[in-house]
């Protein structure tokens, strides 16, 4: 019993904080102590929102905007992820590539992203092409960094013994170095998924055809800071339910890893 009522008060204490800090807003508009032409209000956000999923929004039905943002980070995330371990271990394994290529990524990473959203949808136009490019420039950075400290704290024993046994580079790299740095890589999807769907949205604020950062633009440019509201919602949406997902999978591939038992205080 102690162990159900732990579990539910964190959530309730979680919700009861939303509502109150929901239900101040609210009240604040309706008093008028804040304006509800610059800050909107919860009961307005949740009007926009029905309309937009009982009539569709302007560039058409909400789940199709929803979708296109969804697809150009799930795209984008499995690119930079791909992208990002291959690299990361290649060169955490490999000194001179990392002594060489050094320079270059921390210049490349250094430069605001905003910036390059610019630019790709300069080279790529208003289409999923330029979004896609920067969510997979977001990703990159986040799994490449833990990828690759991952590959360089890999037991130095361990590789020593699979090299006795007669493994070559390639096999060291996919039985030892991969599973060592497996967990590292893990620990960075969440924050890797989180920045997806920031440059997606990101890059359709910049110039789109479709998306919820479209929608956000738009009700941004007619003074709607309820649209803006709804649109940051559905996208919040999207995010929590991924990262539910990643911390399933999380929990599903390294359920080999010992958990740590609470050390308890010795007298």
Known sequence: MKTIARRTTVPAIQIGLLAALLGAWQLAVDTKRISVFFFGSPAGTWRELYEWIRR??????????????LQETLIGFAIGVVLGVLLGLVLGRIPLLARVFTVYIGTMNSIPRIVLGSVFIIWFGTGMGSKIALVVVLVFFSVFFNAFQGARDVDQNLIANARVLG??????????????AFSWIIASLRVAFGLAITGAVVGELLGATQG?????QQSQGNFDPDGVYAGLVVTTLLALVAEGLITLLERRLLRWKPRRRPQTATT
């Open 56 to 69: 569709g929004t302007v560039q058409g039905p909400l789940w199709q905007q929803a979708w296109v943002t």
């Open 167 to 180: 493994a070559r580079r390639g096999s060291v790299m996919l039985h030892v170095v991969f599973p060592s």
């Open 212 to 216: 919820l950062g479209l929608l956000i």
